[in-house]
T-cell receptor, first 115, second 113 residues
């Protein structure tokens, strides 16, 4: 595809439900990032992958949040037992290499609303 | 602590007026600084990077390490500049820059005709 693709674009979940958010990075991009953006705030770092290895998960807010990238391409962010405070836009970004700076390209985001 | 502060949530100017979007950062080291922009109904995209020292769409930003600031400036605003602007820093890692970004809260720039 032409860019980073995220699905679904919108998700409404009842409190307590589990959700899975998908990110398709740009083909060949080694690095993949997840960010959480609450209403009126800037994006906040959640986790980072280099290929299939999750090298930094320091931003995950609780053990209800889990991310994986098993084949070094598509990534899934899973949130278990969703809470109202999980309502946010979840952004995925990918970049070509790690170890030197290359531009990160962002997806359109998934807007999660927990009711 | 690593932090980026954008003190203005909204900046409203008339077309042709100068623009300055403020950004201050807190980081004990030499991070890389960026400005990202999000136009209405579009995805977040890189506007400029301090190391490149380029002018993009007429915007420039100078890194002032003494004041830990990275303000974004444009001498004459255009209506198409209306967007949300985020200042961000990327901390260097042990094996090079991972690309992880720490964002400010964002400033909405509104350029009136």
């Amino acid at each position: 595809g032409a860019g980073v693709s995220q699905s679904p674009r919108y998700k409404v979940a009842k409190r307590g439900q589990d959700v899975a958010l998908r990110c398709d990075p740009i083909s060949g991009h080694v690095s993949l990032f997840w960010y959480q953006q609450a209403l009126g705030q800037g994006p906040e770092f959640l986790t980072y992958f280099q290929n299939e290895a999750q090298l930094d998960k320091s931003g995950l807010p609780s053990d209800r949040f889990f991310a994986e990238r098993p084949e070094g391409s598509v990534s899934t962010l899973k949130i278990q037992r969703t809470q109202k405070e999980d309502s946010a836009v979840y952004l995925c970004a990918s970049s070509l290499v790690q170890g030197m700076w290359t531009e990160a390209f962002f997806g359109q985001g998934t807007r999660l609303t927990v009711v | 602590a690593q932090r980026v502060t954008q003190p203005e949530k909204l900046l409203s100017v008339f077309k042709g007026a100068p623009v300055e979007l403020k950004c201050n950062y807190s980081y004990s080291g030499s991070p890389e600084l960026f400005w990202y922009v999000q136009y209405s109904r579009q995805r977040l995209q890189l506007l400029l990077r301090h190391i490149s020292r380029e002018s993009i769409k007429g915007f420039t930003a100078d890194l002032n390490k003494g004041e830990t600031s990275f303000h974004l400036k444009k001498p004459f605003a255009q209506e198409e500049d209306s967007a949300m602007y985020y200042c961000a820093l990327s901390p260097p890692g042990g094996s090079g820059n991972t690309g992880k970004l720490i964002f400010g809260q964002g400033t909405t720039l509104q350029v009136k005709p």
